[in-house]
């Protein structure tokens, strides 16, 4: 099974940037061969999807981050990160990573961004 503790969320103001990391424990290979993605949630709303790096086909973004945010990956450390910049109030909520397709991985706590206007 795999683990994930997401981190680096802060405030900060509108047009800021941020380096989100998620760091996954346990089996390193599950980690590898799954698409992951990063998600998002802010109140009273739905976990909604933000951007996807598989491990063979091209990243992809939702609409409203594309050219803003950078997901990446580094599987040597285990670790997803999405490089976010030109902040919008829009952007804030709590963020997740897990992968994308089957069964997620068991959630993890979350990072919370919080982006003032």
């Known amino acids: 099974q795999v683990q994930l503790v997401e981190s680096g969320g802060a405030l900060v103001q509108a047009g800021g940037s941020l380096r989100l990391s998620c760091a996954a424990s346990g089996s390193s290979f599950l980690f590898r061969i799954n698409d992951m993605a990063w998600y998002r949630q802010t109140p009273g709303k739905q976990r909604e999807w933000v951007a996807t790096?598989?491990?063979?086909?091209?990243?992809t973004y939702t609409n409203s981050v594309k050219g803003r945010f950078t997901i990446s990956r580094d599987n040597a450390k285990n670790t997803v990160y999405l490089q976010m910049s030109s902040l919008k109030p829009e952007d804030t909520g709590i963020y997740f990573c897990n992968k994308v397709s089957g069964p997620p991985f068991p959630w993890g706590q979350g990072t919370q961004v919080t982006v003032s206007s």
């Open positions: 790096i598989p491990s063979s086909t091209p990243r």
